[in-house]
Every structure is written in structure tokens, then in C-alpha cells.
């Protein structure tokens, strides 16, 4: 079985979320780089594993939320099936499993609100995790503007987490802001990703909640 460690160490990959970052810095987007592919590795492998699913779907979440924004290297648009058009034939080099592969590539070719939905667990706990990333560590160092409403909204997220509750059956995505932006400013960028983690929840058999300041926010459907 192919691991983590092993994909953070070949350097096609590496250039690859490099590459992402800077395409989406000259864009002015927020943090894309080795932090949001850390983060959503592990918050993906965290949510896996804490529904108890097997080691080896724990794994390829991990990989998953890694890699799944590498298609931004080509362009923004349909960056989700670029990334996964890219990956296939370098883990093929790799000798992982057919099996492995297209379940990765099927979750990084489905992340997109747009475009994807949620077809498996490992496509599912990498959407929550990639939608939840909302913090000030995403506003790229020296070029916070006021006005530009992804920097505003992140930069107001002091705190954020998800917590999984195998009893319930619920995913929880807590966040705290400040005042420095509106919870209308929040949902004015992150409804539609909302309503994919609420989705993806489903398919995990789960119910998504959404806190803000401690309020809960939606229904959990």
C-alpha cells in the first residue's frame, strides 16, 4: 500500500502544489500551497478514521486531501479534473493498486462545488475537510487587503474545528469570528460549500452542523 509519507516525497508532486500556490497568488486567492494540502490531509484521515473505516480508505483520504488541488497548476476552472488527470499516470509510476487510484481520482475530480459531488467516503470527508478550511493562516503573509472579501473572512476566523461524533452521527464545523467581517460576508463565499459539506455528511451517514460563535447555523439535514 502506498503511503502518505511516500507521495509527499516525490518531487512531481511537490512541483506540482507549488505550482498551484504561485498560479493562485498571481490570481490573488488565498493560501493553496503545503499548508491547505496538509490540513486537508489530515483533517480528511482524522474524519475516515473516527468513523472507523479501514486503514487502507484512511489512507487514501490522507493522499486524497493532499493532492486534490494540484490541478491548479494548469488553470482555476475545472481544476478538479485537471488534478486528477495529472495524478493518475504519477501514481501508476508509483505502483499503487487501479482500485486505489480511481477512488482518489474520482474524489479530487468531484471536490469542485461546481462541478463535483460527493460519490464515495473518501470523496466525502476530503470535501468537508477542504470546505472547512477557513482561518487568518490562509491570508498570505504582507497581502491582507481589507477589501477583498476572502481575505476579510478568513482573516476574521481566529479559531475553527471539526469534531466528529461517531455516537451521533454528526460532523460539527465550529468556527469563532470576529467582528472585522459579517457572518453574511461568510455565507456570501462559503453557501454552496456548505450545502456540499451537508452532502457529504449524508453520505457518510452523518449530519453536518455548522456553529458560528457558538450559534448553530443550519439544520443538519
Known amino acids: 500500500m502506498i503511503k502518505l509519507e511516500q507521495i509527499k516525497k516525490n518531487p512531481e508532486i511537490i512541483s506540482l502544489i507549488n505550482a498551484s500556490c504561485e498560479c493562485l497568488r498571481k490570481m490573488n486567492y488565498t493560501e493553496h500551497g503545503l499548508r491547505h494540502a496538509s490540513y486537508v490531509s489530515a483533517l480528511t484521515g482524522k474524519i475516515l478514521a473516527e468513523l472507523n473505516y479501514d486503514a487502507n480508505t484512511v489512507e487514501l483520504g490522507k493522499i486524497a ?47 469542485e462545488e461546481e462541478i463535483g459531488l460527493p460519490i464515495n467516503a473518501v470523496s466525502a470527508a476530503m470535501i468537508i475537510a477542504d470546505k472547512s478550511d477557513a482561518h487568518r493562516t490562509r491570508v498570505r503573509r504582507g497581502d491582507y487587503d481589507p477589501n477583498d472579501i476572502h481575505d476579510r473572512v478568513n482573516y476574521a476566523i481566529n479559531r475553527n474545528e471539526i469534531l466528529v461524533s461517531k455516537d451521533q452521527m454528526t460532523i460539527s464545523h465550529k468556527l469563532w469570528m470576529e467582528e472585522t467581517a459579517s457572518v453574511m460576508d461568510y455565507f456570501n463565499i462559503y453557501l454552496s460549500r456548505i450545502q456540499m459539506c451537508e452532502q457529504a455528511a449524508s453520505l457518510l451517514e452523518c449530519k453536518f452542523k455548522l456553529y458560528i460563535n457558538d450559534v448553530l447555523i443550519n439544520l443538519a439535514q
Not at 494540484?70 to 479534473?81: A, E, K, L, M, Q
Not at 495524478?87 to 475530480?109: C, E, F, H, Q
Open 65 to 111: 486531501g493532499y493532492i486534490h488541488d494540484v490541478g491548479n497548476s494548469v488553470n482555476r476552472h475545472n481544476h478538479g479534473i485537471a488534478g486528477a488527470l495529472l495524478v493518475y499516470p504519477i501514481l501508476r509510476g508509483m505502483n499503487m493498486p487501479y482500485d486505489d487510484i480511481n477512488t482518489i481520482t474520482a474524489s479530487i475530480g468531484n471536490h
